[in-house]
């Protein structure tokens, strides 16, 4: 894998990230409304979506023609899913039970395919017993998310939200463990070979999207 599948993964990574957030807006809009409850979620996610975009949108500026295309693509497949979603909701699904049922099935779908991303960090971590490619920072903050998440779903008794963010706060947990396990390995100043630092960067820039 070259430096140019892996920045057409990442990209079409976030495109799919968007589609997450926009799913779980959609969500709290189909089953709470603009409820005050809900105010703070739709406002938390409506952020997100924002920022994801932005990213995509300073890659897809910087990006070669060709990965330039595959972004279009993904983004065009990525729009014709959502509006099939929001298409077959609205129509064929009469309840709001129905309809939230489905969505947040969707949701738990993207939501763990986002927190698996580091699974490919923590595989390079136990490759080179090192922890240079895994910030402690973002780990921390994983699990912290991934727990506010699930105290939230345990007040609203939500399970398409504490599924996934107890899956996310078991990834964070894992990821401390490794960092702790393998700090003292870490050659903080030593360069890696050739071979190793490309592989490295490579996998880092996918855990991080």
């Not at 393998?182 to 100043?189: D, E």
Request: proline share 3%.
């Amino acid at each position: 894998m070259d430096i140019s599948d892996i920045c057409i993964y990442r990209s079409i990574f976030t495109i799919s990230k968007v589609t997450g957030v926009t799913l779980k807006y959609f969500y709290y809009f189909e089953s709470d409304g603009c409820h005050t409850d809900s105010l703070l979620v739709i406002t938390i996610n409506g952020t997100g979506l924002f920022m994801e975009l932005v990213y995509v949108t300073i890659f897809f500026i910087f990006a070669t023609s060709p990965i330039r295309r595959k972004i279009t693509i993904a983004m065009m497949i990525e729009v014709i899913f959502m509006a099939v979603v929001i298409f077959c909701t609205l129509y064929f699904l009469p309840t709001t039970k129905q309809r939230s049922m489905l969505i947040g099935i969707l949701c738990i779908v993207f939501n763990v395919i986002m927190y698996a991303s580091p699974l490919t960090v923590m595989k390079l971590v136990i490759k080179t017993k090192s922890v240079r490619y895994m910030p402690l920072f973002l780990s921390l903050a994983s699990l912290m998310n991934g727990i506010v998440w699930v105290i939230y779903a345990c007040l609203k008794f939500d399970p398409y939200i504490l599924i996934p963010n107890g899956l996310g706060s078991i990834s964070g947990i894992v990821q401390l463990i490794l960092y702790a396990t393998y700090y003292k390995t870490t050659n903080w100043n030593g360069e890696d070979d050739d071979k190793e630092k490309g592989y490295s960067n490579a996998e880092i820039e996918l855990g991080r999207a």
